[in-house]
């Protein structure tokens, strides 16, 4: 893929209005492409059926839509799941799932490593490597339901999200503030 391609995972609502508006589009188009992607799953434009054939082509042409990939999964006996995901870096993070009987709880990663150097942590044991984008921050999130096969409309298994994986959350700021406004957006979960 292009790296002048935008992944639209790293964009919240009004940085999708902002791409739109480049593109000599209304503002409305981001509604529906946040959609296509995080209520519906959908990494492929061609599958945005109620945007015209020009605009997907055009979007195929200059925007991407790419998750971080799950490598592994294990399961424990009691529901948790912990995903090993890869970046287009080539790095690893993790991501876990802890099911309770009344909520699903995410743990997502902020950070590649950690600066803190707290005694009692694994990552910071691997020293900090760098910050994750959005994109690798909402795509934990979107890489977790798709791989629980959630469907749009159902009940949501993910009620949750905290930022406990690995890294600081807080030497991430700005990525990590995207990616929860994007959580909490109503046309996208």
Same mark, same amino acid.
């Given at each position: 893929m292009?790296?002048?391609?935008?992944n639209l995972l790293n964009l919240d609502r009004a940085g999708l209005e902002a791409f739109f508006a480049e593109l000599g589009e209304k503002?409305?188009?981001?509604t529906q492409v946040l959609k296509w992607i995080y209520q519906y799953?959908?990494?492929?434009?061609?599958? #945005?059926?109620?945007?015209s054939k020009a605009l997907r082509e055009r979007l195929a042409e200059v925007a991407e839509i790419r998750a971080p990939e799950?490598?592994?999964?294990?399961r424990s006996d009691d529901g948790t799941i912990k995903w090993a995901l890869r970046l287009d870096s080539g790095n690893h993070i993790e991501t876990v799932f802890i099911p309770e009987d009344?909520?699903?709880?995410?743990?997502?990663?902020?950070?590649?490593?950690?600066?803190?150097?707290?005694?009692?942590?694994?990552?910071?044991?691997?020293g900090f490597n760098r910050n994750l984008t959005t994109a690798e921050i909402i795509g934990q999130l979107w890489a977790a339901n798709r791989a629980m096969q959630v469907r749009?409309?159902?009940e949501r298994v993910i009620t949750n &999200?905290?930022? #406990?994986? #690995?890294?600081e959350p807080l030497l991430n700021f700005d990525?990590? &503030?995207?990616?929860?406004?994007?959580? #909490?957006?109503?046309?996208?979960?």
């Open positions: 292009p790296e002048d391609k935008v503002p409305f188009r981001a799953g959908v990494d492929d434009f061609a599958g #945005m059926t109620n945007l799950i490598v592994s999964e294990h009344d909520r699903g709880t995410l743990c997502v990663s902020s950070q590649v490593g950690c600066a803190l150097e707290c005694s009692f942590c694994a990552p910071a044991r691997q749009p409309r159902e &999200v905290v930022l #406990m994986g #690995m890294g990525n990590v &503030v995207r990616a929860m406004s994007l959580m #909490m957006e109503d046309n996208a979960y």
